[in-house]
């Protein structure tokens, strides 16, 4: 029997855009999602997105083609159907023969008929009443539910032919990558820059990543954790370029030359000088990070102005009105908590002083990075050494 996945918009945001953009980086985004499973044919009609497997190794890979295709973001619903003939006799086999296992376990179902093919003969209270009756003939034991069935037997007349499955599914919402610009997430190894990253990308944005490493002090195993987070996160953003940034020279430069109590917002703003060199050569226009307000002392209203005011590109915090435990469950839902909780180092964690200060002014911190002459040569040297790694979906 041959299958197919549907792919349906729903609501979509078009400001700023047209329809035809929008679907048509929908599609690539399909194509480019599937292509390392197999051949499919991706194509659109009447709102709705259709992949449809055509060799032996896409046919095979359906359970992986469906799951990718609920990780797309600006696909509203999916379901994945049989396809026949538009002919209710053998639409009705279909049905039974495709649902066969969900009509044998379930008590209670309906059926839903669409019929955008206004030439078929049936209406689509007809479709529902004939093929309610055979599947009851069938299936003695199962009673009809309209308002909570267990299965939704659901069958679409369209264009091409007709399309048979048990119900939509939720798809992954949001705006299709890219449609909103591009930008530079700061990952590190802990819980919340994935999630950042997943909810920015869900609003449209593309993604580049910037990792700070400062070896010896960071090791390899910690490198190698946010290169599997960002892989991770790749069902959803699609591939990703992480840019490892080597941090020792300035991080060692600031620790030797500054002010204790304000190491951390000093280090926060040159990571947010060198992320905004990487934008401005990647063509990235913001920046986004997993900072939460109040969580730890660089997390203050004060210390978050301090940071924002060291360059001038928009920082996007999603999680900036979240609570850990909020933060924890999306983590857990997107796949990247049992990484993220993994016990190593972060660049931000070493040199920490115990006592850093919570209010820093800008003119104090104006006044330390006076003192500190050489700091910007070593930043444009850590940005200019900065290697990338290709993560592949
Ligand atoms: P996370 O769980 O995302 O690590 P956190 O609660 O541990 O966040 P911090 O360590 O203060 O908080 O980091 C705040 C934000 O700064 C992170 O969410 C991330 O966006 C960025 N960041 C921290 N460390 C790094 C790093 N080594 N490389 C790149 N960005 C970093
Ligand atoms: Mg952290």
Do not use: W
């Amino acid at each position: 029997m041959d299958e197919i996945i549907l792919a349906y918009q729903g609501e979509m945001a078009l400001k700023g855009l047209n329809r035809a953009t929008f679907e048509s980086i929908l599609l690539k985004t399909m194509r480019r999602r599937l292509r390392s499973l197999g051949e499919f044919r991706v194509y659109k009609a009447q709102s709705t997105m259709y992949a449809e497997p055509v060799d032996d190794a896409a046919k095979a890979s359906m359970d992986a083609a469906f799951e990718r295709v609920s990780k797309i973001f600006g696909i509203a619903a999916v379901s994945r159907a049989a396809v026949c003939p538009k002919d209710f006799d053998v639409i009705a086999e279909t049905a039974l023969e495709y649902l066969h296992d969900e009509l044998s376990t379930a008590r209670t179902f309906k059926v839903s008929a669409k019929r955008s093919d206004k030439s078929f003969p049936m209406n689509s209270m007809e479709i529902g009443a004939e093929l309610g009756g055979r599947i009851l003939s069938r299936h003695p034991r199962l009673k009809v539910d309209v308002h909570h069935p267990e299965l939704n037997v659901t069958v679409e007349v369209r264009d091409f032919a007709a399309y048979v499955h048990g119900g939509k599914k939720p798809g992954a919402g949001g705006l299709p990558v890219s449609t909103s610009g591009k930008a530079a997430l700061m990952l590190s190894g802990g819980i919340d820059s994935p999630v950042a990253g997943y909810m920015m990308a869900k609003r449209g944005l593309s993604l580049i990543c910037v990792h700070f490493a400062s070896p010896p002090y960071t090791s390899e195993r910690a490198r190698r954790k946010v290169l599997k987070l960002a892989e991770l996160l790749t069902p959803y953003t699609g591939n990703l370029n992480v840019y490892v940034v080597p941090y020792t020279k300035p991080q060692e430069y600031i620790r030797d030359h500054a002010p204790d109590v304000l190491f951390t917002v000093l280090m926060r703003r040159s990571m947010m000088r060198i992320t905004n060199m990487i934008c401005k050569k990647e063509g990235a226009e913001g920046i986004v990070t997993g900072e939460s307000l109040a969580q730890v002392a660089s997390q203050t209203l004060r210390a978050l102005g301090c940071t924002d005011a060291a360059q001038e590109l928009p920082v996007l915090r999603p999680c900036v009105g979240m609570d850990k435990t909020e933060i924890t469950e999306i983590a857990r839902r997107i796949g990247t908590f049992e990484t993220s909780i993994l016990p190593y180092e972060d660049c931000c964690t070493i040199f920490t002083p115990p006592h850093p200060k919570t209010k820093p002014s800008l003119e104090e911190i104006e006044a330390a990075e006076a003192a500190m002459p050489d700091l910007a040569a070593l930043e444009a040297e850590a940005a200019a050494e900065t290697p990338v790694e290709h993560i592949n979906l």
